[in-house]
Nanobody, 126 residues
Framework: FQLQASGGGLVQPGGSLRLSCAAS????????VGWFRQAPGNEREALLY????????WYADSVEGRFTISNDNAKNTVSLQITSLKPEDTAVYYC????????????????????WGPGTQVTVSS
């Protein structure tokens, strides 16, 4: 995989997590990132799309205000801070990369992304 997501785990309702997505073979400076999640029995859901600082940013209504994205250029990593976690946030979370300017519809379709990480499990439970 060109992308590797990490940081998932078990967290109590109301807690926080930080997911990271490290890229190899390309720079996040040249790419946009999408975060998706998929719960058992559900389709993959787009959560966030970001073209970098000052660029296009889109959040799904279900996560706006609770999800914050940032990047670490030195590590070529994009991070997703998630707060106020709810049991319905339980899913496998995926990061994906797209060429900047490719995404024009929201939520962004999975077909707009050329690289995907293997996913990281987030479980919200007491």
């Amino acid at each position: 995989f060109q992308l590797q997501a990490s940081g998932g785990g078990l967290v109590q309702p109301g807690g926080s997590l930080r997911l990271s997505c490290a890229a190899s073979e390309f720079s996040w400076d040249d790419s946009a990132v999408g975060w998706f999640r998929q719960a058992p029995g559900n389709e993959r859901e787009a959560l966030l799309y970001w073209e970098g600082s000052g660029g296009v940013t889109w959040y799904a209504d279900s996560v706006e205000g609770r999800f914050t994205i940032s990047n670490d250029n030195a590590k070529n990593t994009v991070s997703l801070q998630i707060t106020s976690l709810k049991p319905e946030d339980t899913a496998v979370y995926y990061c994906a990369a797209a060429l900047k300017g490719v995404v024009h519809t929201y939520p962004p379709p999975t077909s707009d992304f050329h690289s995907w990480g293997p996913g990281t499990q987030v479980t919200v439970s007491s």
